[in-house]
């Protein structure tokens, strides 16, 4: 099982680093194959992201791709959703959650489809702070539910609302990651739901991951990597689909 967990976390990390992602939207299903029930899958996904997102905006951040002074505000934003949204787990049906997962996959690929391939910052949109407050916390609440990060929503609604360059973008998804993921994990530690053995073996496998795939995402031109995460959103979809029916 320790080999295992440490393939997944490369493979996940790597996913993460390159599309800004958290990765539970890939790792859950993954865990789940393993054996893994729900509930535990979930923790073990919060925890690795956050290694992975704090790792990954750190070399973000290093690369010029991330300004934080953007991002910490939707991402205390987060923290707070994150720290909610670990509670109403317990609250409501997984199906409801899904649906709505759904839905929100559904919007984002279509947002991020008509988006043009901006490659700078002079046709980025100017947006009141509450309003990013109120996304963040949206975002923040249902993310940690479904034991994703939820920069798989807000990427698109930056890029595609907000007119953000792809790139930076994505760094900004990681970001956002962190605050999230840390408040999940807070609020998780208190119910005592989370398998820490696992856990940090995932999470310190997906730093070699995540160094991986922020690399190779300095190597791709914006269109290439738009069309990918493009193809992401639909196996998304189509997981969120099987599991949804059968």
């Not at 704090?54 to 953007?70: A, D, F, M, V």
């Amino acid at each position: 099982m320790v080999i295992e967990l440490i393939l997944v976390g490369i493979f996940i990390g790597t996913m993460s680093g390159f599309f800004g992602i958290g990765g539970g939207m890939i790792l859950v299903p993954i865990l789940l194959v393993l054996g893994i029930d729900t509930k535990e899958a979930i923790g073990i996904s919060i925890i690795q992201m956050v290694f992975t997102s704090i790792y990954g905006s750190y070399l973000n951040q290093k690369r010029g791709t991330l300004i934080i002074r953007e991002g910490i505000f939707i991402g205390l934003a987060g923290f707070i959703g994150g720290y909610i949204g670990a509670y109403t787990t317990q609250f409501i049906p997984d199906y409801i959650l899904h649906i709505l997962f759904f839905m929100l996959l559904i919007f984002s690929l279509f947002r991020l489809f008509f988006s043009p391939n901006y490659e700078d910052e002079s046709s980025q949109n100017s947006i009141n702070k509450w309003l990013l407050f109120a996304i963040g916390l949206v975002i923040g609440i249902f993310a940690i539910s479904l034991g994703i990060g939820g920069s798989i929503v807000l990427t698109p609604i930056l890029v595609g609302v907000l007119h953000y360059p792809l790139k930076k973008a994505i760094s900004a998804g990681l970001f956002f990651v962190a605050f999230s993921s840390i408040s999940g994990l807070i609020s998780m530690l208190t119910v005592g739901s989370l398998d820490y053995h696992k856990g940090v073996i995932v999470g310190i496998a997906s730093l070699i991951g995540v160094a991986i795939g922020i690399a190779l995402k300095e190597h791709i031109s914006t269109k290439n990597h738009k069309t990918l995460l493009i193809i992401l959103y639909l196996f998304a979809i189509a997981m969120l689909t099987k599991r949804v029916l059968f």
